[in-house]
């Protein structure tokens, strides 16, 4: 890892004014994709690094076609950006080759500092009674959620881990890997509602076992994006399944009651 964090700073170096530190590590990712690292600025400003390690050789095509994952990442990631998401500002991508190890993507992107996921924000709030703060993170989610689907940006991982909220309570968007424009109506529909299973279901983990605030979450969510009944009915099939399957895995019960 030493040679690898040498040359991720001296690219950084290449596009930044100078780098301070070394990098620190804030998150390390599942299957060896390599880690989220916090750099320091000699101006004081910190950068966050999002690495992509190259591991395979459908990987290696991937990236010569332009549809890696961290490319994809961030086209996506500005995509958003344009259309005024809340999200951290799209500094650099760069494709990095390291001797004796691999090639590797690396997507620049300006510091949140020390943030809270939506998850456990949740939770916090609940415990504190502080359900305005639970609404109004909430109207984020719907927010972000209709810009990106009337852009046709499809996200089946808009979930509550890639929402965030700052030391300030401002709430922000990350993490576009999986989203991907959809022009073809069924693909678009499928997207649709596999993107708004995936943050029903993140959302009735977060309040269990008071299912009501997730039904009247969805419910908000529904109305203000105007969900075709189609859609809401795949949702519901959707969920059904996968609430099952983790109800054989986990032997947690996780019910939730939709008049759709
Ligand atoms: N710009 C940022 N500023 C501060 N923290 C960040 C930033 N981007 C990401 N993080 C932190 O890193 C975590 C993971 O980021 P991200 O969702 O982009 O990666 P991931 O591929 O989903 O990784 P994992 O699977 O481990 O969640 C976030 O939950 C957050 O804690
Ligand atoms: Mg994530």
Redesign the pocket.
Known sequence: MISLDKKIKSLVLSHFEGVKSSAAS??T??AQ?GD?LRFTLDSGETL?V?LWKIRSMKERVKLALHISNGRREWEMHKAAHNQEINV?KPLNYQILSIPDDALYEVMT?????D?I?GEPFINQMKESGENDKIASLETFIIETTLIMVKKDIFDIDNQL??Y?VDKNGGFWR??F?CARRRYNPFQKRKDYAIMLERLLRSHLHAVHPDSKRTTSFMSRMVTELSVPKKIRKMVLKISEKELQKEKLSSNINYEISLNW
């Open positions: 804030i998150r990712r599942n994709r989220l966050v999002k951290p992107i300006s510091d949140l500092g943030c996921s881990d890639n965030l990350i993490d890997e």
